[in-house]
T-cell receptor
């Protein structure tokens, strides 16, 4: 059973545009929703994370939007840059298990 | 964030041999370390969770006798792939956390290729 569904699988955005990646989950007991950025051949790095008591969190060009009733959360990358080209993973934590469960990943390419 | 290192960054070995991968937390004491495996263009899959001084907890489907995990100190955990086979070729990533399991700091990964 897939605990978190991520879309799209790949995304091409023009430089300066907005990149949007979505995740949906089933277990309402999850209480921590992070996004990770991974470059080829590297480990993932935490970008931004949110807890279910807020609907939005912004850090620089990165924003998480959280919809508790719909059990969805999304990552918005404003003013996308070629250096943002990477694979992005959402994850969920909690629900009785002390572990992160990752989405399937989105390969983002930002073109000039 | 905290710094986690892995050694080696890549390793090539012959089928049937054993390979040890080290994971170190460089600037904090990691009470818990996690080991993940990532196949090309796929997500990270948790293999096991280890707490300092105790036996690791393996995820369903992960052979504990094949993937030996030792967490002997608060800064070091090792993963030994025993009797490696080509299907074990993958990218192995560790992470470390303090008391908050959700706040994991990831290492740079180790690329294992078994010939």
């Amino acid at each position: 059973q897939q605990q978190v569904k991520q879309s799209p699988q790949s995304l091409i955005v023009q430089k300066g545009g907005i990149s949007i990646i979505n995740c949906a989950y089933e277990n309402t007991a999850f209480d921590y929703f992070p996004w990770y950025q991974q470059f080829p051949g590297k480990g993932p790095a935490l970008l931004i994370a949110i807890r279910p008591d807020v609907s939005e969190k912004k850090e620089g060009r990165f924003t998480i939007s959280f919809n508790k009733s719909a059990k969805q959360f999304s990552l918005h990358i404003m003013d996308s840059q070629p250096g943002d080209s990477a694979t992005y993973f959402c994850a969920v934590f909690g629900g009785g298990g002390n572990k992160l469960t990752f989405g399937t990943g989105t390969q983002l390419k930002v073109e000039l | 964030g905290a710094v986690v290192s892995q050694h080696p960054s890549w390793v090539i070995c012959k089928s049937g041999t054993s390979v040890k991968i080290e994971c170190r937390s460089l600037d904090f004491q990691a009470t818990t370390m996690f080991w993940y495996r990532q196949f090309p263009k796929q997500s990270l899959m948790l293999m096991a969770t280890s707490n300092e001084g105790s036996k690791a907890t393996y995820e369903q489907g992960v052979e504990k006798d094949k993937f030996l995990i030792n967490h002997a100190s608060l800064t070091l955990s090792t993963l030994t792939v025993t009797s490696a086979h080509p299907e074990d070729s993958s990218f192995y990533i560790c992470s470390a956390s303090g008391d908050r399991y959700n706040e994991q700091f990831f290492g740079p990964g180790t690329r294992l290729t078994v010939l």
